[in-house]
């Protein structure tokens, strides 16, 4: 049985009221079409968190209404966070947390991490004007 019938199946079990065989827009069809894809006892933020020493995340965590064991770490559910350094509060996606490679982090700390601390507009004048000096020495 291939990952599309599985998806298929459950899809129809869930009698959601969407008629694609391949449930993309119907939300609670996309969080089970593949096998694992729901938080559970063994496999969610918390858990993940505990395992990878991202114990940071737990501890900014500041969604209101579910715990961090409601998500994977890999969702792409927008979630309120609250610096634990300076207590700015912002809105980012989990997997953007999670990520092995440049994880983001508090806006306010740090703006564009990778930078020098600098932000976007910051480091294109820096560029802008460096280059700027090359060419009229």
């Known amino acids: 049985m291939t990952s ?5 199946t459950l899809h129809q079990s869930l009698d959601c009221g969407t008629k694609s065989v391949n449930p993309s827009g ?18 969610n933020l918390k858990v993940w968190c505990g395992a990878n020493g991202r114990e940071d995340l737990l501890e900014e ?11 994977l770490q ?13 207590s700015w509060q912002w809105d980012a996606v989990l997997y953007s947390r999670t990520r092995s ?5 508090c806006p306010k700390c740090h703006p ?3 930078q ?14 460096q280059d ?3 060419v009229h020495r």
């Open 61 to 71: 965590w500041a969604h209101p209404d579910t715990a961090p064991e409601g998500f």
């Open 116 to 129: 020098g601390g600098r932000t976007a507009r910051e480091s294109a004048v820096a560029s802008c004007a």
């Open 26 to 43: 119907c939300p609670e069809c996309n969080k089970c079409n593949v096998v694992g894809r729901r938080p559970t006892a063994t496999n």
């Open 74 to 86: 890999g969702s792409a559910a927008k979630v309120p966070w609250e610096c634990g350094k300076c």
């Open 4 to 8: 599309h019938d599985v998806a298929s």
């Open 112 to 114: 564009w991490k990778g």
């Open 132 to 134: 700027y000096k090359s």
């Open 101 to 105: 490679v440049n994880p983001s982090g």
